[in-house]
């Protein structure tokens, strides 16, 4: 059994030093694949020399997924690894949490990709956000507004009982920040779709695993740590995550024309009121 560690990095100069050497400490992990989307930094420099790393230098910035696919077809192909374990730089995880994964991705056939519980340094446990079922249109959609979040909370999301269990739980889609992949499995159904540059990768891989008869697992048992910086998202952020949820609603979830036309008014509310909601926070400051 070979297992691949896939980082997609751009211009992440700030975590990306530490998070490869913690990554190649890890005694579970075969090799190391940096894939680097067109960084302006110099970031990837500092690691090239590392043990275990091989740095691969994509044509274009073409999103998380795209670098991603780079990996695994690398992984794939000529590592002939058997298991990729895909991680934001940001994210620390310990040795034993990377152990526990593989050991549930060879414990079932139909297991594809599993993944441990987020939390971050102001949390000890996120678990609504590490996992979420496949959702409908209208939930998918609401999800994005911050008062229809929260009328339709309950039914967008699992129970929190679902979450205390010490066994892992079969989910929709787990949090794309740091998973463990069994590579044939992800590239029978395609891996990233590539039209998605940012967002909404996880509902994708979770509908097409869905689809091909795979399972998704969340290990509510152990954790990884995301050092990610919350801020106010800005309306390019959000522009960005329009156009993926729009995509994802016309190409996976076969929304309609009507369905289509609210989609996109919905998020020029959002949008607009993003916008106005930064001005009053800069004003404030």
């Not at 044509?59 to 058997?82: R, V």
């Not at 949390?123 to 959702?135: D, G, K, L, N, T």
């Not at 048992?221 to 995301?226: E, G, K, V």
């Not at 910086?229 to 994802?248: F, M, V």
Request: negative net charge.
């Amino acid at each position: 059994m070979k297992t691949a560690a896939i980082i997609v990095n751009h211009n992440n100069g700030d975590v990306l030093f530490s998070k490869v050497q913690s990554t190649c400490a890890c005694s579970c992990i075969d090799a190391v694949i940096v894939v680097d989307n067109k960084s302006t930094d110099n970031s990837v420099e500092a690691v090239a020399g590392f043990d275990k790393v091989t740095v691969l230098y994509s044509d274009k910035n073409g999103g998380y997924g795209y670098g991603n696919n780079i990996g695994l077809k690398y992984a794939d192909e000529t590592l002939c690894a058997d298991y990729a374990v895909i991680s934001n730089p940001d994210t620390e995880f310990s040795d034993d949490c990377i152990r526990e994964m593989l050991r549930i991705l060879s414990s079932g056939k139909d297991i594809a990709v599993c993944a441990p519980v987020c939390r971050t340094p102001e949390s000890s446990f996120e678990s609504p956000v590490s996992a979420w079922p496949i959702r409908s249109w209208h939930n998918e959609l609401f999800e994005h507004g911050p008062i229809m979040r929260r009328i339709f909370r309950k039914s967008a999301n699992y129970p929190e009982s679902l979450f205390s269990s010490r066994d892992p739980v079969c989910v929709g889609a787990v949090l794309g920040s740091c998973l463990a992949v069994n590579i044939k499995k992800l590239r029978e159904v395609g891996c990233y779709d590539e039209n998605i540059f940012l967002y909404c990768e996880e509902n994708i891989i979770g509908c097409k695993l869905k689809e091909h008869g795979c399972n998704t697992m969340l290990l509510c048992n152990i954790s990884y740590l995301h050092n990610h910086k919350p801020a106010l998202p800005g309306t390019d952020q959000i522009r960005t995550l329009r156009d993926s949820e729009l995509y994802y609603f016309e190409n996976y979830l076969h929304a309609g024309f009507i369905k289509m036309l609210f989609s996109r008014l919905f998020f020029a509310i959002v949008i607009l009121e993003s916008g106005i909601i930064n001005i009053l926070c800069r004003k404030k400051s």
